[in-house]
């Protein structure tokens, strides 16, 4: 069984906030699927990374 995992990405998101926990489920393997969803295709995050 896969786990879906959604992180919500909104301006001014600390880009450490969601890549590191991002890393972990995608090292787990087949068992988490990660999502990302935001207001828009492109947000800024804290430090203007896209």
Do not use: K, N, Y
Request: charged content about 15%.
């Amino acid at each position: 069984m896969t786990v879906d995992v959604w992180f919500v990405i909104l301006p001014g998101l600390m880009a450490l906030d969601m890549s590191g926990p991002a890393e972990t489920f995608t090292l787990a393997g087949d068992v988490f699927r990660v999502h990302h969803i935001g207001p828009d295709p492109q947000v800024p995050t804290s430090i203007a990374l896209r």
